[in-house]
């Protein structure tokens, strides 16, 4: 299968941790890999260009966008917290995003949305694309704007966009919780591949989740996307339960499928 399907391809959030992980595996996806952040990650190398941009100011994002043809979106304020960066950043940046997108024709775009869209429904509880957001805060929040957003700039201009509500991606998981969430990153970029490659994307709402034994969510809704997951959770499960403490049934962490963020804050004044 090819994956090279697009000539220039933007990647943002380029200095964070699956920026990083996604740099050297997404090259083979394009001729020129395009990356950006606010945050310095030093020179371009083969293959790719650099170009800095704070997602909050909008002619720097329309600088940033022009010229591309698909775009993966990973930059942003990653974690719950006060509204106001997460307000520039998730909310007047993606805005500022499509905007750019749709004065440029970029046609595609794979949006890094989150677990936490719908963290207030129980872990007990299997989910599916169309259940209602439940967002589990500000940064919850922020994210289910963003899938709406997309949505609108589907409807009215036909900017196709994966919704990928990404779990927990990092090297492995960290905790229990993690045994139902990880996402691997072979199987991230995998799963941004077939948001790239398949023919007709549409607007879909995707969980961003390895092949785990454990799980809250079904990608019944999203098979036209063509994502089969390589990796799972299940190798690392003896070590997980061995290291952690069994769970207090009683915590709201426990109990919510978005864990300590249901907790968090508040962050108000
Ligand atoms: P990260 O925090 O390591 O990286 C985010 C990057 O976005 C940073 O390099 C940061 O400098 C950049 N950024 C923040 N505000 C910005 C702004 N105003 N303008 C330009 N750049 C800005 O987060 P990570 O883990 O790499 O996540 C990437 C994306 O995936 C984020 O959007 C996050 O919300 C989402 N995600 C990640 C999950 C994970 O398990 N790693 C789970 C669910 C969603
Ligand atoms: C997220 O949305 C965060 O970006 C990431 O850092 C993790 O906290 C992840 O969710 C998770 O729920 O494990």
Same mark, same amino acid.
Request: glycine share 10%; net charge negative.
């Given at each position: 299968m090819t994956i090279k399907t697009h000539h220039k391809l933007l990647l943002t959030g380029a200095a964070g941790g699956l920026g990083t992980a996604l740099r050297d595996r997404l090259k083979p996806n394009c001729d020129v890999l395009r990356l950006s952040d606010k945050a310095d990650f030093g020179p371009a190398r083969a293959g790719e260009e650099v170009m800095l941009a704070d997602l909050a100011d909008g002619a720097a994002v329309n600088a940033m966008v022009q010229g591309v043809d698909a775009i993966v979106h990973l930059g942003g304020y990653s974690v719950?917290?006060?509204?106001e960066p997460i307000l520039q950043a998730n909310i007047i940046g993606v805005y500022n995003l499509y905007e750019a997108a749709r004065q440029h024709g970029v046609k595609r775009v794979v949006f890094a949305s989150s677990n936490h869209v719908t963290g207030f429904y129980r872990q007990s509880q299997t989910l599916t694309a169309d259940m209602p957001p439940r967002p589990d805060g500000f940064y919850g929040v922020s994210k289910a704007f963003g899938e709406d957003l997309s949505r609108f700039y589907f409807d009215r201009y036909g900017i196709e966009t994966a919704c990928v509500r990404i779990g927990s991606s990092f090297p492995e998981p960290r905790d229990r919780r993690m045994l139902a969430s990880w996402l691997s990153y072979d199987d991230l970029h995998r799963l941004i591949t077939a948001c790239l490659t398949t023919p007709v994307l549409g607007h879909s709402i995707i969980f961003g989740m390895?092949? *785990?034994?454990?799980?809250?969510?079904?990608?019944e809704q999203a098979r036209h996307v063509g994502y089969v997951p390589q990796d799972t959770s299940d190798v690392f499960r003896d070590a997980v339960y061995a290291r952690t403490e069994a769970?207090?049934? *009683?915590?709201p962490a426990v109990q919510f499928q978005g864990g300590g963020f249901v907790k968090a804050g508040p962050f108000s004044g």
């Amino acid at each position: 299968m090819t994956i090279k399907t697009h000539h220039k391809l933007l990647l943002t959030g380029a200095a964070g941790g699956l920026g990083t992980a996604l740099r050297d595996r997404l090259k083979p996806n394009c001729d020129v890999l395009r990356l950006s952040d606010k945050a310095d990650f030093g020179p371009a190398r083969a293959g790719e260009e650099v170009m800095l941009a704070d997602l909050a100011d909008g002619a720097a994002v329309n600088a940033m966008v022009q010229g591309v043809d698909a775009i993966v979106h990973l930059g942003g304020y990653s974690v719950e917290g006060p509204f106001e960066p997460i307000l520039q950043a998730n909310i007047i940046g993606v805005y500022n995003l499509y905007e750019a997108a749709r004065q440029h024709g970029v046609k595609r775009v794979v949006f890094a949305s989150s677990n936490h869209v719908t963290g207030f429904y129980r872990q007990s509880q299997t989910l599916t694309a169309d259940m209602p957001p439940r967002p589990d805060g500000f940064y919850g929040v922020s994210k289910a704007f963003g899938e709406d957003l997309s949505r609108f700039y589907f409807d009215r201009y036909g900017i196709e966009t994966a919704c990928v509500r990404i779990g927990s991606s990092f090297p492995e998981p960290r905790d229990r919780r993690m045994l139902a969430s990880w996402l691997s990153y072979d199987d991230l970029h995998r799963l941004i591949t077939a948001c790239l490659t398949t023919p007709v994307l549409g607007h879909s709402i995707i969980f961003g989740m390895s092949n *785990n034994a454990v799980t809250w969510w079904s990608n019944e809704q999203a098979r036209h996307v063509g994502y089969v997951p390589q990796d799972t959770s299940d190798v690392f499960r003896d070590a997980v339960y061995a290291r952690t403490e069994a769970p207090d049934l *009683n915590d709201p962490a426990v109990q919510f499928q978005g864990g300590g963020f249901v907790k968090a804050g508040p962050f108000s004044g």
